[in-house]
């Protein structure tokens, strides 16, 4: 009976201190100010705070912020892919370069004409 009762003691005290810093978290948060680097996501009745940049998906019925791995991950990849098309740009204006270039030293082989 012991064990049952300290079992209940200690759900209590936990659930009194989650209660309670909810409680303060709204009351800061109830201006609307949302601190820097975070976002606020709407998800059905719900106002979640997240990281900027950070995916949210429900799993279930429990809803899981993106890992720091895995946000990481996909900044790499976004990273990567636009160092590619950049490269792919430079290329390109590279023989636009080189095009005008060969054009300026036809222009300048020409004899003028009077």
Do not use: W
């Amino acid at each position: 009976m012991k064990k049952i009762s300290m079992s209940a003691l200690i759900i209590g005290v936990v659930l009194c201190a989650i209660y309670a810093q909810a409680a303060n978290n709204g009351d800061e948060n109830k201006g609307g100010e949302v601190p820097p680097g975070m976002r606020v996501e709407k998800v059905g009745d719900l106002k979640v705070v997240l990281p900027q940049g950070a995916g949210l998906r429900k799993k279930g019925d429990v809803l899981v912020v993106e890992s720091t791995a895995e946000y990481a991950a996909q900044k790499f990849i976004e990273v990567d892919n636009r160092l590619v098309k950049l490269e792919s740009e430079k290329d390109n204006l590279r023989r636009e370069i080189d095009k005008i270039k060969e054009d300026l030293n036809d222009i300048k082989r020409r004899p003028l004409s009077h």
